[in-house]
């Protein structure tokens, strides 16, 4: 019995399937770090903060999760996989010398070597199926043809590289390879030097296989002397690499072909595609240099690197990222603290105040002898969940109040995708002012502003910034380059009907007369952490600041105004559009952008420095604290936020040493929002010394808790993140979560006591 187990343990451990298995844990660590990277993404391990395993559950095609989305998936998943079976042949066929004498090696090795993309795929369509059945409401018909679409692609991908292999295995090794080898003697010695030394792996280290799976039935592995001809072994190498550099090149053609075209949505493929199409890209290149270096590939991948960083550190391959409006070409604004002292000033603060005096009269004068309530709408970041509970909030608020709200709202602040959303239904208000048919309470704005804008940024940053970036589009007179900025902003064009597609300055008129709120766009400078304060007009009294003490010469300008700053770089050019996308600056996947000003200062999301606007809203108070004292029956600061205030406080857990050594940074990293809550919070308290108003508060939140009842529903993956992702990507029950948390109590008691506030 002992003998029997031994017997059959020996034939299993040195089974040619294991001994790979083995082997790619053993040498293979960069492959097996993207497949533990893809296990990770699928299940839910990385990622699910921001939306990641569901781009790989539910991908999206030309705005539709389908048959054709699934298909795509499929493809470019067979197409990693075909890169793993390539490079894993190249790296480590010569340790199983037997495979040489057998018959369409490639193909044999490949069989048993997919034990890993066997148990991904498996694992995959579980995935899939459980995340479309428990939190996309499909039904089984259409499960089943998503999924038969996603193995028709892979099966469709695998049988043309399949075909592929098993022509040119054929013609190479007949016609070919004598003529590969001649050029080796002749030219490429480093070639052949590293098949020699394959060649001396292949005979003194071999790897220990007793069977293999020809794909029928196992065998048992016969000794081939003839294997060891050194011509033979040059020619099977030679061969494999061949095939390598084609399947790249066909790659990065396609990839190529379909950047030229990357603005035609048919052409912007699923983000999860396109990730699958770089890691697939990634392997390729690493068997490359495992192939071409030996053992010094790791080396020299780090050398290359660092080369690389220092001449990015000095702008060889730095991409500048531009603000479209703006004239790159003329003299750049000076930035430096001196050039920001004299744009400050005592009499170009007050020439500022005076201009948006005007603009408050005008509201004022629309309420006759009653004095109104005076509205701050103060809206948080948060991606494309932000966007749609933002817009979905401010319709559901202006009805209720019978358009009370935005006639009472005097300014916009805040961050990212609740600017936009807060934006978009603006335009909406007043095109219907200016006599349009737009319906602002409509749905159908919010089902256009919850379509997807990740795809095409994703797929930019692909196809475009890493390998193209040579097309170029003209607005306001100037040239600027079609990069990963100018995609986003052509998809938000898209998602907000192409109704804000204007200069910012073209909202000054509408402001002034008071049509709707003035919002003004708060951006962090990256150089220094200032805010650039970017208005319709410009807005330096921003600058008085509440917490400032007399004959003190040393204060910090908290921001600086975008018009004053570059008046002479066409400021008044800018394109709303690129200043929503200053605004929203998604970290890795929109752009920093670089304005004209020497030193270049780059700009980023508003969230760094104020995520909900409520410090902005405070400072714009201060600046007209008089007036609004004489001309309001009082302020009311409404926070929509897509984030509990007061949420649960989580129980301290036992920490790792990771966890540890890791905790000064998560920390701060954690509690973020809860820092800016308590900085607001102080600075609305500070109001009464200088404020003989009432102040109210409304808060608006997207919470999970008023979301608890359905959480039972809902797989584990869902269950630890029931928020909606923070991501430019909503799954459908994210797009029904985050629309119907309007209505849960909370939020419903909030918007009674904001109706009577404004009656």
């Known amino acids: 019995m002992v003998q029997r187990l031994n017997k059959f343990l020996a034939a299993f451990v040195y089974s040619f399937p294991v001994q790979l298995l083995l082997n790619n844990f053993k040498r293979n660590h960069v492959m097996m770090l993207c497949w533990v990277i893809l296990f990770a993404m699928i299940t839910g391990s990385f990622g699910k903060y921001l939306g990641i395993p569901y781009l790989f559950l539910d991908p999206e095609y030309l705005n539709k999760v389908n048959f054709t989305s699934f298909f795509i998936i499929g493809v470019t998943t067979a197409g990693f996989t075909t890169a793993f079976q390539i490079t894993s042949y190249i790296n480590d066929g010569h340790r199983f010398s037997f495979v040489g004498a057998l018959s369409k090696p490639f193909t044999k090795f ?155 949505p048919a052409f912007q493929l699923p983000a999860a595609a396109s990730f699958m199409i770089f890691v697939t890209v990634f392997v390729m290149l690493s068997g490359a240099f495992s192939y071409w270096f030996g053992n010094w590939s790791a080396t020299t991948a780090l050398v290359i690197f660092l080369v690389v960083n220092v001449l990015y550190g000095k702008d060889f391959f730095s991409k500048k990222y531009q603000a479209f409006g703006l004239d790159y070409h003329k003299k750049p604004a000076e930035y430096t603290v001196a050039s920001l002292k004299k744009l400050n000033t005592d009499s170009i603060i007050t020439a500022d105040k005076d201009s948006t005096l005007v603009m408050l009269k ?16 103060c809206v948080s970041g948060g991606g494309k969940r932000a966007a749609l509970w933002t817009l979905n909030a401010l319709q559901t608020a202006d009805s209720l109040t019978q358009g009370k709200l935005m006639e009472q709202s005097i300014l916009i602040t805040g961050a990212s995708g609740g600017l936009i959303g807060a934006s978009y239904y603006r335009e909406l208000k007043l095109r219907e002012k200016q006599g349009e048919v737009t319906h602002p309470f409509s749905y159908v704005h919010r089902d256009k502003i919850s379509t997807d804008n990740l795809n095409p940024l994703i797929f930019s940053l692909l196809a475009n910034d890493l390998f193209v970036g040579f097309s170029k589009f003209e607005y306001a007179g100037k040239q600027y380059i079609r990069d990963r900025g100018y995609t986003f902003e052509q998809q938000l064009n898209q998602i907000t009907e192409g109704l804000m597609d204007k200069p910012i300055t073209a909202y000054r008129d509408p402001e002034q007369r008071a049509l709707v709120p003035m919002i003004i766009l708060t951006p962090t400078v990256v150089n220094d ?22 004959n003190y010469a040393s204060a910090k300008l908290g921001g600086i105004d975008f018009h004053s700053l570059l008046k002479d770089q066409d400021g008044e050019s ?35 420095s104020d995520n909900f606007g409520l410090s902005d809203a405070v400072r714009f108070a201060y600046a007209f604290n008089d007036w609004i004292e004489e001309n309001t029956s009082g302020v009311v600061f409404i926070s929509i936020r897509d984030s509990p205030k007061l949420s649960t406080i989580n129980a301290k857990g036992g920490q790792t040493i990771i966890d540890s050594f890791t905790q000064p940074i998560s920390t701060v990293y954690n509690n973020f ?45 869902r269950q630890n993140n029931a928020r909606a992702s923070l991501s430019w990507r909503l799954t459908t029950r994210e797009k029904y979560a985050v629309t119907s948390n309007i209505l849960s109590p909370e939020n419903t008691q909030q918007l009674d006591k904001l109706k009577k506030l404004l009656e």
């Open 574 to 608: 800018l394109r709303f559009l690129s200043a929503l996308r200053m605004s929203a600056t998604f970290p890795y996947i929109t752009p920093n952008t670089t304005l004209p000003t020497e030193p270049p200062v780059q700009i980023m999301d508003a969230g760094i």
């Open 110 to 264: 490949s069989v048993n070597n997919s034990i890993i993309p066997i148990v991904f795929l498996a694992v995959y369509l579980f995935q899939i199926i459980r995340f479309q059945v428990n939190n996309q409401y499909s039904d089984g018909g259409t499960l089943a043809w998503n999924i038969t679409g996603f193995l028709v692609g892979y099966i469709v991908m695998s049988g043309v590289f399949f075909v592929y292999f098993w022509l040119t295995n054929k013609d190479i090794f007949k016609y070919v390879v004598c003529r590969i080898d001649e050029k080796l003697k002749e030219k490429v010695q480093v070639t052949r030097a590293s098949a020699m030394k394959k060649l001396d792996i292949a005979r003194k280290k071999q790897v220990r296989v007793d069977t293999y799976f020809d794909g029928l039935r196992i065998r048992r592995v016969e000794d081939e002397a003839d294997f060891y001809d050194r011509a033979e072994v040059l020619k099977v190498f030679d061969q494999n690499h061949f095939n390598l550099v084609i399947i790249e090149l066909f790659i990065f053609g396609l990839i190529l072909l379909l950047g030229i075209f990357k603005d035609y």
């Open 362 to 377: 005008n509201w004022r004068a629309k309420f006759g002898t009653q004095k109104p309530k005076m509205v701050f709408l």
């Open 673 to 717: 929002e809860n820092f800016q809550d308590i900085n607001s919070d102080l600075l609305i308290g500070m109001m009464k010394p200088w404020f003989n108003a009432p102040v109210d508060r409304i808060d608006l939140q997207y919470t999970v808790e008023s979301y608890v009842p359905v959480l039972h529903e809902m797989d584990s993956l």
């Open 529 to 550: 952490g200032r805010k650039l304060y970017i208005a319709s007009r410009s807005v330096s009294f921003m600058n008085n600041d509440v917490l400032s003490y007399p």
